[in-house]
């Protein structure tokens, strides 16, 4: 009972200590954040120490961080939210969550079907989804566009991993935004009926799963293919390895690309410093941090993507605005019930 | 009964129990009460789309999981229980606490375990490449994998609560069945195994509620069930209000059966009046072979839950660890550890309230409602922490109203996360309790009172010592849980507090499982600490008595 007791006093101790250092301190700013990548933190503390700004970082997924800021009002201590997809930020806009903010510096950096026409978010980093495919057994001449992919030559051959995930949602609202509601449908069941296998697992195991000859081609966002050829397990860079990246839609409309973005929160205590901590993020030297070591692509112009990016080629990027992704996401889910992708 | 003879009835069953019980119930039923309060407000736009393609689907997937994973820990948890408690074998001191270990395994990590184990190039596929079949594989990532993988990293729940009846049975029941001629087999399907139900089923159902409310492991091995599709609604249909309306439901159905459980053993009497004399010296030994079984048998849940998802973990640490392993580990491990301990205590303190008060309060329906406080731990974490967030923004809104505070003060504090914490957990703490509880003869402590003894007297002298095996269970099992924990400690934790748990998901959740390795390895050996300890005061206790 005694050791207990002391256990005890010595974890209050501890728990207290650090607690303890709560001080009220009003240059700092609160970042809602669903990134939670290394690089991130390594950026975090170089803004820290420039600006003297101190940062309180809340990591959660979007729609929690979303859930919380209306939970908290106007009491919201949030002053940025940074989620990985713009479908996110158009859902905490809609729901009046973010505030317009304006700097020349940002206006002057990100092109302007990156950003928000009302100016309340900004993308930092894109990503592009395409298929992945078999160096083995598939020619890139087979491969035209996302729309193909619905053809019986495929059949039994595409991976691609569960609805539930933003990026298949946004990438179905983009069809959506396109080509109207029902050729999204056929095209989301035509899809369906060539998988290889009902969906489970991640970007990464859908690569793994080409790899092992489960089927041909596999939709995935680049930065996982990245990821895989700079892994520490050597099956997961032969999983690399044995695929190549077709950008689909080259001819037509172009490859969907999303973003991860940041928008000012509507009752930011320090939106001043908001709007510092995002000019930082964009300017040249952390763009190349924060992209780079995630494989992600630059939304700064300037500066160069990471080497394995660069091998790929340039792209013709799909242009929509990106709050259509957000617009459509309903719309896509309720398409992805109905034709039983799981 | 008309209205004047309720009102003097429940005027004479009134004691200070029955209002402490109700301030008690009051503090941790509130934010289950403000998700319950959300079925009346109805779903979102999207719930007949959901009731005409999806619920079907989701139901019928948590059904099977729920049906599969009981049979598994039952098998495991029960049979392992008694052979260790009933007879002398090699290993069995080790096997004893080694069967608590799986509990450590986040059911997410044990997922991605067991997934690499058997994917591709996986140690599976090269143990059968030494065979000479590397083409065969066996694949997990369905729902009867699911399902294995969900039972064998919550059995010990199962493990732990019959193995404390066990310990604690009175022999002489068995020696008597035995002296009539009944064999040790028959004895245990016939005698011990209706008696040891209601911890059986205490087990059980901390196992089905935590089955119901997996989102991790479900979603990654592409099995829609009820929390996924609660999960989905929200994040993918952008709809909190049917998120919670559907965890509303699950509430619903969960306490339904625990009440179901109840009325069914409502005329069943469980207790013993003698004291536990487990008897350490008079275990059983079998013949030199089936000892040896019975090693083997033990060895099985062990292996499947914990050497193996630990050899792969390590397997991982191995690529990863120069990559990962920073000095601020350290820390965070104290912290997790810190938060654990801390949290913990308090929330056995909670259930022993809750449980005790309950006792000596005589207004059924304030014994029935008190299971409110147990249904935490059926509804995703984050669901709860909406629960907590509601009322506790409610009364800082007010303070910074009344101008008390300039700012909130209770969020985003250990105070929101600790009771968080209790909400989400007391049932862990709460299932062991009772049933070891429910062993208590009531006579003991109607002599101690008839003697004079007041109520905290009486529990002080008769009860606690009569309890302690399963208050050390409650407390190692919230412990272990705690460490875990996910959802409520990202979105409810202080700025400056780190967890293990978290830094496993922010690896994990980037799809670098191998880099979510050694947090979790951390996890797990943390969780050894008051699992090795706190077993061995248990048997000593048990010994000395």
């Given at each position: 009972m005694q050791k207990i007791i002391y256990l005890l006093l010595i974890s209050i101790f501890v728990v207290g200590c650090k607690s303890d250092n709560k001080k009220e301190d009003s240059n700092e700013l609160t970042v809602y954040t669903h990134r939670h990548y290394e690089s991130d933190q390594e950026l975090f503390k170089r803004f820290e120490e420039e600006s003297g700004i101190k940062l309180n970082i809340v990591n959660a997924s979007a729609d929690e961080l979303i859930q919380k800021m209306s939970l908290e009002g106007e009491q919201s201590p949030a002053d940025v939210l940074i989620t990985v997809d713009a479908g996110r930020l158009y859902r905490a806009k809609s729901q009046n969550l973010l505030q317009s903010f304006s700097s020349s510096l940002i206006d002057s950096i990100v092109p302007k079907h990156l950003k928000d026409e009302d100016g309340q978010w900004v993308g930092l980093t894109k990503r592009a989804r395409v298929i992945a495919y078999s160096k083995e057994r598939i020619d890139s001449t087979q491969l035209s566009t996302y729309?193909?992919?619905?053809?019986?030559?495929?059949e039994d051959k595409i991976l691609v991993r569960s609805s539930s995930n933003i990026y298949n949602q946004s990438l179905l609202a983009l069809i959506i935004a396109n080509k109207g509601q029902q050729s999204a449908e056929d095209w989301a069941s035509g899809v369906v009926e060539n998988m290889a296998r009902a969906p489970k697992g991640n970007d990464r195991d859908q690569v793994k799963a080409v790899a092992n000859n489960e089927g041909d081609l596999a939709i995935v966002n680049t930065y996982y293919i990245g990821k895989l050829l700079n892994s520490e397990d050597k099956n997961e860079v032969e999983a690399g390895k044995s695929v190549d990246i077709f950008f689909p839609n080259q001819e037509t409309t172009g490859t969907h690309i999303n973003v991860s973005g940041i928008g000012v929160a509507k009752y930011s205590p320090n939106k001043e410093n908001a709007v510092q901590f995002i000019e930082f993020l964009l300017q040249e030297k952390a763009q190349s941090i924060f992209a780079g070591s995630n494989f992600e692509y630059p939304v700064n112009p300037n500066v160069e993507p990471a080497d394995i990016l660069k091998s790929w080629g340039d792209f013709k990027e799909d242009n929509l605005s990106l709050n259509k992704l957000g617009e459509y996401n309903k719309e896509a889910v309720i398409i992805f019930d109905k034709v039983g992708w799981k | 009964m008309n209205l004047k003879h309720r009102f003097f009835k429940l005027k004479r069953d009134l004691n200070r129990w029955s209002l402490l019980l109700l301030l008690i119930l009051a503090v941790v039923s509130v934010p289950i009460l403000t998700i319950g309060l959300k079925l009346f407000d109805g779903p979102g736009e999207s719930w007949n789309h959901i009731l005409e393609y999806v619920l079907f689907d989701y139901l019928k997937n948590s059904f099977l999981l729920a049906l599969f994973c009981s049979i598994i820990v039952i098998l495991f948890g029960v049979t392992t229980a008694w052979l260790v408690s009933r007879f002398e074998f090699p290993f069995r001191k080790q096997l004893e606490w080694l069967l608590i270990l799986p509990l450590s395994v986040p059911a997410y990590i044990m997922a991605y375990a067991y997934a690499g184990v058997f994917g591709y190039s996986g140690l599976f596929s090269k143990l059968m490449g030494a065979f000479g079949i590397g083409d065969f594989r066996i694949e997990v990532m369905n729902i009867y994998g699911l399902s294995l993988v969900l039972s064998i990293s919550l059995f010990p729940y199962v493990y732990v609560s019959s193995r404390t009846f066990f310990l604690a049975q009175a022999t002489n029941l068995l020696e008597a069945s035995r002296m009539l001629g009944i064999s040790e087999f028959k004895s245990f399907f016939k005698l011990i195994f209706p008696l040891a139900r209601p911890a059986i089923i205490a087990g059980l159902v901390l196992v089905l509620m935590e089955v119901l409310n997996d989102y991790g492991a479900a979603s990654y091995y592409g099995v829609s069930t009820f929390t996924t599709g609660i999960f989905r609604s929200w994040f993918?249909?952008?709809?909190p209000e049917t998120a919670i309306y559907l965890s509303a439901i699950l509430l619903l159905i969960v306490f339904g059966l625990i009440l179901f459980e109840k009325w069914q053993r409502r005329h069943l009497n469980f207790t013993s009046a003698k004291m536990s004399k487990q008897n350490y010296n008079s275990r059983l030994k079998p013949k030199k072979a089936n000892q040896l079984w019975f090693t083997v048998i033990c060895f099985i849940p062990v292996f499947l839950g914990f050497v193996l998802p630990v050899i792969q973990l390590i397997i991982w640490v191995e690529q990863t660890f120069s990559k990962v392993w920073t000095v601020e580990f350290i820390s965070i491990t104290l912290e997790s550890f810190g938060i654990a301990f801390l949290t913990a205590s308090v929330t056995v303190l909670v259930a022993l309230l809750l449980l005790f008060f309950t006792r000596w309060n005589k207004i059924e329906l304030l014994k029935t409602s008190s299971k409110l406080g147990v249904l935490g731990y059926a509804i995703p974490g984050i669901i709860i922490a909406i629960g907590v967030l509601i009322p506790s923004l409610y009364i800082d809104k007010w303070l910074i109203e009344k101008n008390i505070t300039s700012k909130l003060i209770l969020n985003a504090t250990l105070i929101a996360l600790v009771y968080a914490y209790v909400v989400r957990f007391l049932a862990v703490a709460y299932q062991p309790l009772e049933s070891s509880s429910?062993?208590?003869?009531r006579s003991l402590s109607d002599s101690s009172k008839v003697l004079g003894k007041g109520n905290f007297k009486t529990f002080f002298k008769i009860e606690f010592p009569l309890i302690r095996a399963g208050l050390l269970s409650a407390f190692i099992l919230v412990f272990i849980d705690i460490l875990k924990e996910l959802p409520l400690t990202l979105i409810m934790k202080p700025y400056d507090v780190n967890t293990l748990a978290v830094k496993s998901f922010e690896y994990a959740s980037d799809e670098m499982v191998s880099s979510a390795a050694l947090p979790s390895l951390l996890i797990i050996l943390t969780a050894l600490i008051p699992a090795i300890f706190l077993n061995k005061l248990l048997l000593k206790n048990a010994s000395n008595s």
């Open positions: 729309e193909n992919l619905t053809s019986q030559e495929w | 993918s249909l952008g709809e429910l062993k208590i003869d």
